[in-house]
């Protein structure tokens, strides 16, 4: 099975403060993505990537940004962390072309106090 | 820009008990998929639905696509607790480069 591993499951921040939220995943896919969950809004993209060092802005990418240096690694970046970035942050990856399965990791519930 | 609206928002029932949940577009979609997310958890593909008017069964659970690709429906039979979880579809964007999610539906399922 396909593991997509999420570097912290809870995290909490000071605004101003630069976050790193890590995700690796285990099984060669291309395709990796960055959405945040809040109620009753659902799951929005912030970004996506379909190969190293290669990215394309989601629905929602201001006050973020994402590295993918090796194709088993895809990190979001929050340059200055702020209150409206409290959310649960969830990684995903699918094969190349294959954007509509996706495997997600277990989720980074960020607050930023 | 290609929305997915879920109704119920919302849902508790007894153990045993049906129920449906909608997911409902104005766009036509070339598939949709049913995700369950359990507390804590990331969501998991449940299903993929493709053609129109296709009816899938997984277990207890019934998907089914509208004729005209536009709506999809999840069917549970004598629900157990463990199908308490966030119920999501999701479909193609518009450039078939991503999904999009609806706001799901949570499911609470008492024993």
């Known amino acids: 099975d396909v593991k997509v591993t999420q570097s912290s499951r809870y995290l909490v921040k000071r605004t101003g403060e630069k976050v790193f939220l890590e995700c690796v995943q285990d099984?060669?896919?291309?395709?990796m993505f960055w959405y945040r969950q809040d109620p009753g809004l659902g799951l929005r993209l912030i970004y996506f990537?379909?190969?190293?060092?290669?990215?394309e802005k989601g629905d929602i990418p201001e006050g973020y940004s994402v590295s993918r240096e090796k194709k088993e690694r895809f990190s979001l970046i929050l340059e200055s962390a702020s209150t409206n970035q409290t959310s649960m942050y969830l990684c995903?990856?699918?094969?190349?072309?294959?954007?509509?399965?996706?495997?997600f990791g277990s989720g980074t519930q960020l607050s930023v106090l | 820009t290609q929305l997915l609206e879920q109704s119920p928002q919302f849902l508790s029932i007894q153990e045993g008990e049906n129920l449906t949940v909608y997911c409902n577009s104005s766009?036509?979609?070339?598939?949709l998929q049913w995700y369950r997310q359990e507390p804590g958890e990331g969501p998991v593909l449940l299903v993929t639905?493709?053609?129109?008017?296709e009816v899938k069964k997984l277990k207890r659970l019934t998907f089914q696509f509208g004729d005209a690709r536009k709506d999809s429906s999840l069917h549970i039979t004598a629900a157990q607790p463990g199908d308490t979880g966030l119920y999501l579809c999701?479909?193609?964007?518009?450039?078939?480069?991503?999904?999009?999610f609806g706001a799901g539906t949570i499911l609470r399922v008492k024993s």
């Open positions: 995903a990856s699918s094969l190349w072309g294959r954007f509509e399965k996706l495997f």
């Open positions: 099984m060669d896919h291309e395709n």
């Open positions: 990537s379909y190969d190293v060092k290669m990215k």
């Open positions: 766009s036509v979609f070339s598939s």
């Open positions: 639905v493709v053609t129109g008017g």
């Open positions: 999701a479909g193609p964007g518009e450039y078939g480069n991503k999904l999009v």
